[in-house]
């Protein structure tokens, strides 16, 4: 039975015919298009089927054997048995599975850990870092005084004895490591090292890396890290939401934290999900999968750089890669929509000493999570890096671009997409 003529489908196209044709075509659009959001994958047909089950109709305020409401059997043993997967598969000794997303999960992170006001270093948005770390417009930067550090201008790496001086000077209290533009291996036995120097707790985001955590790609955060954040998507393959993994000491504050500090009941038909999508992870497939996406974002990163593009940090250790578009004279929000057109799908992104604006900055960010959960390659990356340069040459020509297009789509055919195509 395909995905369209599944009864819940079915349910939807008698009820709402408006929303299940844009589901439909947002499916085709999946389908027919290279997909290099470094954020974005495809989930399996089990992930999708536990989000979409009954269990979004039962409400479950509080945790285990502590619920204050009745009916919980088999919830709590859905959230136990998560809980139970998270803890193996990241090597923790106590896991929360119920944040909404990651960044609920990185604001329970302050509120176990800081009082208001309370002094918070990260990773500069503009520099690779995330929003919750620290940045200006963020609930972070509001609620809690930040200071932010940054990359070295020349090399696009992480400078661990500047951000050793930044944490010596301004003494904070929490440290966040992780990102979402930062193409290279963290060094997170170094910041646990400054942490403990200038008595920070440490936290390590791997929202992006989580996969390559778990499978050996990336050094562990822990023992070097308090706590542990995470999406559930991305690399992890599952539904939208977010893990918090700490030492056992802190568990009870972090639990606090999530309920009944930020959030009330959580969502049931998420958990069964994440459920799925940690089993999912702890196979030898999954690992030898992670390996694969690291293998073609690092072919995808040397065939640019040979056709003369500019890569932050000169290449990639990870899942993604950071193109600096200003040799080039192109600025990053046209050269997106220009991909977007051609049907390679990425997205604009600030790069170091950015001489742009966030709505239109110099980069763009592209991944191969998604292209690699299609069973693409080597020789697959050479083809994308083709497409990418000729959009670079004509990014106004929409005869080319609609070419590029056809061509991007009769690939993509020949790749099925996981949860949709094929289980």
Known sequence: MSDIDSPPASALQ????????????????????????????????????????????????????????????????????????????????????????????????????????????????????????????????????????????ETGRLDYDQIRKTALAHRPRLIFAGATAYPRIIDFAAFGRIAKEVGAYFAADISHISGLVATGEHPHPFPHADVITTTTHKLLRGPRGGIILCRKELASKIDRAVFPGLQGGPHNHVTAAIAVALA???????????????????????????????????????????????????????????????????NYNMVPADTGTPKNPSGVRMGTPAVTSRGMGPAEMMQIAEWIDRVARHPEDEAALAAIRKEVAETCRQFPCPGLDVD
Not at 41 to 58: I, P, Q
Not at 71 to 96: P, S
Not at 293 to 318: E, H, K, M, Y
């Open 280 to 346: 999912e992870a702890a196979t030898p497939a999954y690992r030898e999968y992670c390996a694969r996406v690291v293998q073609n974002a690092q072919t995808l990163a040397q065939a640019l750089l040979d056709r003369g593009f500019d890569l932050v940090s000169g290449g990639t250790d990870n899942h993604l890669l950071l193109i600096d578009l200003r040799n080039l004279n192109l600025g990053g929000r046209p050269f997106a929509a220009a991909l977007e057109r051609a049907g390679v799908v990425c």
């Open 14 to 153: 008698r009820t709402d015919r408006a929303v299940f044709d844009l589901i439909e075509q947002e499916k085709g659009r999946q389908r027919l298009t290279i997909r290099l959001i470094p954020s974005e994958n495809y989930t399996s047909r089990a992930v999708m089927a536990a989000t979409g089950s009954v269990l979004t109709n039962k409400y479950s305020e509080g945790y285990p054997s502590k619920r204050y409401y009745q009916g919980q059997e088999y919830i709590d043993q859905i959230e136990t048995l998560a809980c139970e997967r998270a803890k193996q598969l990241f090597g923790a000794e106590h896991a929360n599975v119920q944040p909404y997303s990651g960044s609920p999960a990185n604001q329970a992170v302050y509120m176990a850990l800081l009082r208001p006001g309370g002094l918070v270093m990260g990773l500069s948005l503009p520099q690779g870092g995330h929003l919750t770390h620290g940045w200006d417009v963020n609930f972070s930067a509001h609620y809690y005084r930040s200071v932010q550090y940054g990359v070295d201008p």
